[in-house]
């Protein structure tokens, strides 16, 4: 079992920056390839981004490339998403989630994980 629990959300302006920290517990994190996913109100929750269990291969959905990046300590048991040049419609409850293959993360989005966290909410205002 591992216990995901995602923080750093918050109301933010257009253009503005904010990192989300996604603490894990429980089994060896260093296993677990990561991903940041999203759900805006009244949409279907969305892949945002991806990171392989050693940090060394990522992926990112089209809206985000070039504004976001995700990384991982894994000294730390921590997975971050650093967002920049924010956008209104980057507006959602923003969710970390851990499966045991990358390639299934990129391959099936969040079918292929099998840890979530609670979410934390990212509010950007135009």
């Known amino acids: 079992q591992v216990q995901l629990v995602e923080s750093g959300g918050g109301l933010v302006q257009a253009g503005d920056s904010l990192r989300l920290s996604c603490a894990a517990s429980?089994?060896?994190?260093?296993?677990?390839?990561m991903g940041w996913f999203r759900q805006a109100p009244g949409k279907e929750r969305e892949f945002v981004a991806a990171?392989?269990?050693?940090?060394?291969?990522?992926y990112y959905a089209d809206s985000v490339k070039g504004r976001f990046t995700i990384s991982r300590d894994n000294a730390k048991n921590t997975v971050y998403l650093q967002m920049n040049s924010l956008k209104a419609e980057d507006t959602a409850v923003y969710y970390c989630a851990a499966a045991r293959s990358y390639s299934d993360v990129v391959r099936r989005g969040g079918d292929a994980m099998d840890y979530w966290g609670k979410g934390t909410l990212v509010t950007v205002s135009s």
């Open positions: 990171i392989s269990y050693s940090g060394g291969v990522t």
């Open positions: 429980g089994r060896t994190f260093s296993i677990y390839a």
